[in-house]
């Protein structure tokens, strides 16, 4: 059971320490995608613009009817080569999580249920399909509070441990 002084903690926490918190504790989402990159003015016959990049997602799109599908074309078409050799896996993403994957990839992430695939998405520099994969949810507010805390705990034990050790030694 909480004390009342560790939730008026929490009631005093501004939104960057509950977005730093959250980041650590809260929903996050295992993706996939398929990555087409496209170009505003073709030079090669290979290039493909966005709308060229739309018409070939959505009929990948209609080929897809399994994960196994989505995984067999991305892992043939996708032209995101990190994430090719393993099927178009991303890995957990956060809804909010700065830099690491594309704004509209998260959003449609956060749309999707599981084993579910996006429409066609745009991107800086190309077009995308997502897939869903699995769900970790937020936890219910006590249990968030119980996370922070623990980690905060063993983040402070160390230091706190080593501060009175140096005041019995003098």
Same mark, same amino acid.
């Given at each position: 059971?909480?004390?009342?002084?560790?939730?008026?903690?929490?009631? $005093?926490?501004? &939104?960057?320490?509950i977005?730093?918190?959250?980041?650590?504790h809260?929903e996050? *989402?295992?993706i996939s995608?398929l990555?087409?990159?496209? /170009?505003k003015k073709?030079?090669?016959?290979?290039?493909?613009?966005f709308a060229?990049?739309t018409?070939e997602?959505i009929?990948? *799109?209609?080929?897809?009817?399994s994960a196994t599908?989505?995984? %067999?074309l &991305?892992k043939?078409?996708?032209?995101h080569?990190p994430? *090719?050799t393993?099927?178009g896996?991303?890995?957990?993403?956060?809804? &909010?999580?700065p830099g690491?994957v594309?704004?509209n990839v998260?959003q449609?992430?956060?749309?999707l249920g599981i084993d579910?695939i996006s429409q066609q998405?745009?991107?800086a520099g190309g077009m &995308?399909? /997502?897939?869903?994969?699995? /769900? $970790?949810p937020?936890?219910?507010?006590s249990?968030?509070?119980?996370l922070? %805390?623990?980690g905060?705990?063993?983040?402070?034990?160390?230091i706190?441990?080593? $501060?009175?050790?140096? *005041?019995l030694?003098?």
């Open positions: 059971c909480a004390l009342p002084i560790y939730e008026a903690w929490f009631d $005093r926490l501004d &939104a960057d320490e977005l730093k918190f959250d980041l650590q809260g996050t *989402r295992e995608w990555l087409l990159h496209t /170009v073709k030079v090669d016959p290979l290039d493909l613009d060229e990049a018409a997602l009929s990948y *799109r209609e080929e897809m009817s599908d989505f995984y %067999r &991305a043939e078409l996708s032209e080569a994430s *090719r393993n099927g896996r991303l890995g957990w993403v956060h809804r &909010a999580e690491v594309d704004k998260r449609a992430a956060f749309s579910e998405i745009s991107l &995308a399909l /997502v897939m869903c994969h699995q /769900v $970790r937020s936890p219910e507010k249990e968030f509070h119980q922070v %805390r623990r905060l705990h063993l983040t402070l034990r160390p706190v441990l080593e $501060r009175f050790q140096t *005041r030694a003098y």
